[in-house]
């Protein structure tokens, strides 16, 4: 499968697609003032992470490349774009409302002019494999909620949640975990300043776990 190493992977801001609640997929959705202001806040939690990131990775989209560049106002690292992170191509699903969109994701459909789930979920293994396997240290990933779906996907986990915006989640070896080899850490803000964080145990690939096969 993939590197067992340690990481963090963070979803970009909020876009003017979903404030329009419409498929982006491949195209080019810039963030909105709400969309940098979360990734802006992120910057508390980049703040107190004990094991830092040695470099940021980002897909080639403006929402994923301009949240990194945000992001990486804290952490002053390396900053790289890597094609392979990129959303799903949805074909003619792009511009296309959630609602409208649901069977795609539900049943596994593959868009029409689009990219295969097959194609996709390999696409995002080969760049998983490649980002852990060349940096010796901890990455951030600065991605989008179907990259984060297709890591559970690679692993036969079906995830069953909603990736928000700009919500940290760090990645931590867990050499006990058979099928998935990862604990999976979400940082929360709480208190009106946002400035209060807590390390929760995320629930996004742990509940779905139940759900693989042997």
């Known amino acids: 499968m993939l ?3 340690h990481f963090y992977m963070i979803r970009h801001g909020e876009t003017e697609a979903n404030v329009a609640r419409v498929m ?3 195209t080019d959705s810039p963030l909105t003032e709400i969309g940098r202001t979360q990734a802006k806040s992120a910057h508390a939690a980049l703040k107190i992470l004990a094991i830092k990131p040695q470099a940021i990775i980002h897909s080639h989209l ?3 490349r301009d949240t990194a560049s945000i992001l990486n106002e804290v952490l002053g690292v390396p900053i790289h774009e890597e094609c ?3 959303e799903m191509h949805v074909g003619a ?3 296309v409302s959630y609602e409208e969109c649901g069977p795609l994701f539900e049943h596994g459909l593959d ?8 194609d996709f979920i390999s696409r995002i293994r080969r760049a998983m494999s490649h980002a852990l396997a060349v940096h010796d240290r901890s990455v951030l990933i600065v991605s989008h909620g179907g990259v984060l779906g297709a890591l559970g ?4 986990i079906r995830v069953k949640h909603f990736f928000q915006n700009c919500h940290l989640y760090e990645f931590e070896p867990d050499s006990e975990h058979v099928k998935f080899p990862w604990k999976v850490w979400q940082y929360d803000q709480t208190g009106k300043d946002g400035q209060i964080i807590i390390r929760n145990p995320a629930s996004l690939y742990r509940e779905a ?6």
Request: without cysteine; negative net charge; charged residues 25%.
């Open 3 to 5: 590197p067992a190493r």
């Open 24 to 26: 982006a997929g491949h």
């Open 62 to 64: 403006s929402r994923a």
């Open 84 to 86: 392979d992170f990129s």
């Open 93 to 95: 699903f792009e511009g």
């Open 111 to 118: 868009p029409e002019g689009g990219e295969s789930h097959i």
């Open 153 to 156: 996907k690679i692993y036969g």
């Open 209 to 214: 776990i139940q759900d693989m096969t042997p």
